[in-house]
């Protein structure tokens, strides 16, 4: 299986930045982790970051999804968005983006699954200069160069891979080299 590499343009670095500064200094984000300010912009940056780069992949590839709502900012922690991709066939698809070099595996929050679940999950992973960096907060708006789509997996086997505590809280995770072969989703967009 051959993984999809894109680019990272800088509009997408400062579209996906401005977009977190933005939702967390109007705590329109649910604070799921607790986490501190700056960490909370770094991984909605990262998240979103992960988003541009599959609907890079998918326009490279021809396809040209409804993006209407992808900068959408729901206000109030409780309302947040259904999906980050919907299929033609109606299917909603979540991406999930790694950016540290011990990130190897896509990883759903536990009770994201339970009580908001999409139909499929993406991993991307996110790279500077090659390679990502070993901790949080080591890159900035100006580092990522590169996104790996890593692949895919339907919400039935992200269930069935279980839960664990990965040290923030619990999540389903499967391994970048355990998921499907992403190129298999182009023609539902």
Known sequence: MSKPIVKITPKMRECAYHFAVKIETEKNQYAR???????LIETTY??????LAFLSYLNNEGRFPNTNEMFK??????NV???DFVQKNGKKVDI???YLSKHKRLMVNTSQLKNNPKDI???????????APDTAGEANINSWTSACIE????KDEVVKAGSKNWGKDYANAINYNDLRDVNALVRYF
């Open 33 to 39: 982790l607790h986490q501190p300010l700056t960490e």
């Open 46 to 51: 990262v998240g979103k970051l992960g988003e």
């Open 73 to 78: 900012i729901y206000e109030g922690q409780e």
């Open 81 to 83: 968005d259904s999906y």
């Open 96 to 98: 999930k983006t790694g």
């Open 121 to 131: 999950y993406v991993g991307v992973k996110l790279f500077t200069n090659a390679k």
């Open 151 to 154: 692949g895919f997996a339907f």
